[in-house]
């Protein structure tokens, strides 16, 4: 039996991290299906309780000498998103932690693999090393967007590094809402936006003006707290302060609760004449609900600015042009969640050791300015849809 160790090492983490785990265990259960290989699938977390709960995989912690003890010579382990470079405050397995598991997998020749990853820019030679380090253990490196792999090109890992669309894409695939009116505001606050925004009564203020702007009738204003688990008191009391603060205002509000599931928080939205979010999932959800969408701080993620998510600018700035999705949406919503299959797909291969027999996905072409996917060599297993020369899963560089 193959083991499939799912590594999350982002300790805020949202529902888009639940959907990709989801995702992932399915993909790679159905491909080692096909390849006649069974998979034991565990969830490494920072709250493993609750994941367990959500996803269905058994989980354990998200510690390096916890993941170490469970690897054995036929299991990969899979990072799947995080921040390549973030300290301890942020992510559960620092850099220096996950460079060991790259020395180790390379020295041991157990399988790592990296997807969905951001990298934050090597900020001295010791970052840098660490950095090549845990991409050079790996088997297979995919970079969440086009600056994650110059980051890694700039410490010495070499060109080109695959790019492609987080697993979490999946959870907004299936169809979507049908909505012929759309009324009121829709608006995702965290803790986090509060501190950026300067406080409950300035988001508020900015809410009214939206809703003055944008609210057809008497609609509503929905206020959602967007985090669950261990961040989910904190989101929920930012929320309350923004509600309180609206019915100062007189503005009519609601509160809601943090979604389930991305798909729900895109239907949930379907209706609304206006989203506010700062979380790129949540900006996401509502793209591929053709909502009208801004995010709370200016457009610094790379999936807002993909998206052309413009941003609210509270202060004496006024608003900026929100963007809008026009008929394009649902093709850019299916290209983005057909990359994310191809990556998962590529993954699997990796895992059942270039034996699955599924049906290749079709990945999308990457637009101008992003960084391209290489083409197959006999070091780099093949992407989805191009003949497959012979899959090296240990010791291959990306």
Known sequence: MSRVILLQTSLSRDVGDDDALIATARSVTEHAAAADISIDLIAATDEPGRTAAVTGLPAIRAVAGTVRRVWDSSSTV???????????????????????????????????????????PARSR??????????????????????????????????????????????????????????????VVGELDLRVQGGADTVAATIARLHRDNATGEAEVVVQAWRRGRFSGADLVAAAEVEAALHALRIPVRLAGPPRTLAEQRDAVAGAALVVAANPRAQAAAFC????????????????RSLGIGAVLTGPAG??????????????????????AA????????????????????????????????????????????????????????
């Open 319 to 340: 608003l900026s042009v929100l963007r809008r999705p026009d008929g394009g949406t649902a093709t850019v919503a299916t290209e983005r969640e057909d990359d994310a």
């Open 78 to 120: 899979v990072v799947l998103g995080g921040t390549l470079g973030a300290g301890r405050a942020t992510s559960a397995v620092p850099l220096a932690e996950l460079s060991v598991l790259g020395m180790w997998a390379q020295a041991s020749g157990r399988r790592l693999a990296l997807v969905g990853v951001r990298v934050e």
């Open 126 to 187: 010791t970052e840098g090393s660490l950095l090549r380090r845990v991409v050079h253990g790996a088997s297979l490196t995919v970079a969440a967007d086009a600056n994650s792999a110059e980051a890694l090109t700039a410490v010495g890992v070499p060109a080109p590094v695959r790019v492609g669309s987080h697993p979490w894409w999946l959870g907004l695939s299936g169809p979507r809402a049908v909505i012929d009116t759309r009324r009121g505001l829709w608006c």
């Open 289 to 304: 609900a053709g909502v009208p969408v801004a995010g709370w701080h200016a457009a610094e993620h790379p999936v807002s």
């Open 343 to 398: 990556v998962l797909a590529l993954l699997s291969i990796l895992v059942t050791g270039g034996r699955s027999a599924l049906e290749p996905t079709p990945t999308r072409r990457v637009p101008p300015g992003s960084a391209p996917a290489p083409l197959p060599t006999d070091r780099s297993p093949a992407l989805p849809g191009q003949q497959r020369r012979t899959v090296r899963p240990l010791g291959v560089l990306r």
